[in-house]
């Protein structure tokens, strides 16, 4: 047998390092901080990657010129692999538990436990530099490792019911901006539904009903660019009123707060064309933020949340009043290269919309135990208290009170309508504030957040307890085995 | 009808960071070609083999046929927009696809009709092709996002 050409072990040599450059020191990083069980599950994953590919290079070989013709290529796709982890591997070791926010985010989890089939599902989550949530697509990347596994036979299998959720750095410490993480959980849901797979065939059946389109050749190319765009600006819809049904209004109204989209407004609160009719333009992958907003607010005001936003006060649900009655032709006209497509969007949204109610089938939308706890919450934050256990009057005047908890929707909810609408009052309750000096405001909204966070947390702490000892005598259950 | 500029459709395409795709077809392609060696060694046709020529003998049949690919595939096939666009150039750049889907055919016929040594060696050239393609295409520079939604 001839020799293993020198060259080759250069090469091979190269990936080897390649892979070992990127997972070293996760070891070291690892012993330096704490992360959740769904991290160490991916970190996890990683080093055994890594340690199946390092086997399998120093066992590659080839014998002669028509094997290396064939082989060749094996080691450019296994570094390509290689480097979409790259992208992952230091936002998740950056994200130990002292980085996020983990019992808002620990809170909306929990509530994505409730969907079908979702119960066993947890997200790890990391660091992005831009200010930008992103969703991981793990069904890619399971795909991905399967694949790999195929050809690294001793590879792991990438760990099931893992979700990968990037979240702005900056944004360890707030609660309410963090509601948009439903939005990635959208994502992670999406992958895998009837409408993912039927959605092609569908934009394509409502391109061809247009006008002058049946004759449109069926392999053309631009025609495939089309539905691809279709089907961008279809998830996005879809995970946007995810958000709204997994975690209510709170979900919109931080939306609307990360991009600052009640500035279409005047100041008397109706919509100022100069700043509105510019934000209609779609981008290439999303739909315009307005048409986005306006797709939430036409979905609230199906639900029973539509009574508190029509009483809310805010700017923000002022927005959500006026944007609904923009007709779908103001849309098209403001997008002079892309407004033909709209329609098509316009057509496939009560498949969107038909998903959404499977995927929330039988799911209690918390509305009933929001007004039930709602008064209270905003009552124990006007006064500086942690809602963390409630005492919640029964009856009219009788003084009776019975003590429960709020689920982390109740809070988000509630936290989020006292930030929007009763900041000014608590910080004019408070001997020697000012409600208008920046940092007294930013001291006060921190305050508001961590409450919140506090509640939440303690709620998951209840909840344990209660899960380990349903007989709630306040005593662990017996050791497991 | 609708116009639909082509050229600027597919450039905006390329920009949508969804480079994972070609990796996919790249790992495809990758284990077609360790399948049909292992074939063309006298092993027994595998499952690996059987479902990596069926996906790509069906997919170059809806493209010669001008069928509608994008819109309308079942899970057998390559069903991304990147992985069909680069079937697409592999294809139409140096193989004749007639001769192509008969020699991968070939490879999946039982009995006494085994394929030729012509057949194997097209079906690894047609691979090999579409595996360094899906490659080319995933290490453009420009296309740095991946995996995010």
């Known amino acids: 047998m001839p020799e293993h050409p020198a060259y080759l072990r250069h090469d091979q040599t190269a990936l080897y390092a390649f892979i070992g450059s990127i997972v070293e020191g996760v070891a070291a990083r690892r012993s330096c901080a704490a992360y959740s069980p769904a991290a160490i599950h991916f970190l996890d994953f990683i080093a055994d990657l890594a340690a199946s590919s390092q086997k399998y290079l120093s066992e590659w070989s080839v014998a002669d010129s028509e094997e290396f013709e064939d082989r060749r290529e094996d080691l450019g796709t296994i570094r390509a692999a290689w480097k979409e982890l790259h992208l992952l591997i230091k936002p998740a070791l950056d994200a130990g538990t002292l980085q996020v926010p983990s019992a808002v985010i620990d809170g909306i989890v929990r509530r994505f436990h409730d969907l079908p089939e979702c119960a066993g599902t947890d997200f790890a989550l990391f660091h992005t530099s831009e200010f930008n949530y992103v969703q991981v697509r793990t069904a890619d990347l399971k795909r991905i490792s399967a694949k790999v596994k195929k050809l690294i036979l001793d590879a792991p299998e990438f760990p099931p019911d893992l979700g990968l959720i990037g979240i702005p750095y900056s944004q360890g410490r707030t609660a309410f901006a963090n509601c948009l993480v439903a939005h990635e959980m959208g994502h992670y849901k999406y992958r895998g539904t009837k409408l993912e797979s039927s959605l092609k065939a569908r934009i394509d059946a409502a391109f061809k009903s247009l006008p002058g389109n049946s004759d449109q050749k069926p392999d053309d190319a631009s025609k495939d660019a089309l539905i691809k765009r279709l089907t961008l600006w279809a998830e996005e819809i879809f995970c946007d009123l995810f958000g709204v049904m997994l975690i209510g209004p709170c979900y919109t109204y931080a939306y609307i707060e990360a991009y600052d989209l009640s500035a279409v407004l005047d100041y008397s609160g109706l919509i100022s064309d100069e700043r509105f009719l510019p934000r209609l333009q779609f981008y290439d992958t999303y739909p315009s933020h307005m048409f986005r907003i306006q797709q939430q607010s036409l979905l609230l005001r199906g639900l029973s949340w539509w009574d508190c936003i029509e009483k809310n006060c805010s700017r923000s649900s002022t927005l959500l009043n006026a944007i609904q009655g923009i007709p779908i032709e103001t849309h098209i006209k403001e997008n002079p290269t892309q407004g033909k497509y709209i329609p098509l969007l316009d057509a496939i949204l009560p498949d969107i919309k038909e998903a959404i109610g499977e995927a929330f089938d039988g799911v209690d939308d918390e509305f009933v135990s929001f007004s039930r706890l709602n008064p209270t919450v905003q009552n124990y934050l006007a006064n500086g208290v942690v809602p963390s256990t409630l005492n919640v009057p029964i009856g009219k005047g009788t003084g009776e009170v019975m003590t429960v908890t709020a689920s982390p929707l109740v809070l988000l909810n509630s936290g989020m309508e006292f930030y929007l609408t009763h900041l000014d009052d608590l910080i004019r309750s408070i001997p020697g504030e000012d409600e208008k000096r920046f940092d007294c405001r930013l001291h006060w909204i921190r305050r508001i957040e961590e409450w919140i966070a506090k509640a939440i947390e303690d709620e998951s702490l209840k909840k344990e307890v209660s899960d380990v000892n349903p007989n709630g005598n306040g005593n662990p259950g017996p050791p497991q085995a | ?149």
Request: glycine share 2%; net charge negative; charged share 30%.
């Open chain 2, 1 to 149: 009808m609708m116009p639909l500029n082509a050229l600027r459709e597919n450039s905006d395409m390329v920009a949508m960071g969804e480079r994972v795709h070609y990796l996919s077809l790249a790992l495809d392609a990758r284990r077609a070609l360790n399948a049909i060696r292992a074939a063309d060694k006298g092993s027994e046709r595998t499952d690996e083999l059987r479902e990596s020529i069926r996906a790509a003998t069906e997919s170059l049949d809806i493209l010669r046929t001008h069928a509608d690919f994008y819109a309308k595939l079942s899970p057998e096939h390559y069903v991304q927009y990147e992985e069909i666009q680069t079937l697409r150039e592999v294809v139409s750049s140096s193989l004749d696809p007639e001769s192509l889907i008969q020699s991968l055919k070939s490879l999946l016929a039982s009995g006494d009709e085994k394929p030729s040594a012509e057949d194997f060696g097209l079906a690894r050239k047609f691979f090999r092709a579409l595996e360094s393609r899906a490659l080319h295409h995933y290490n453009d520079p420009a296309s740095s996002e991946a995996f995010v939604a």
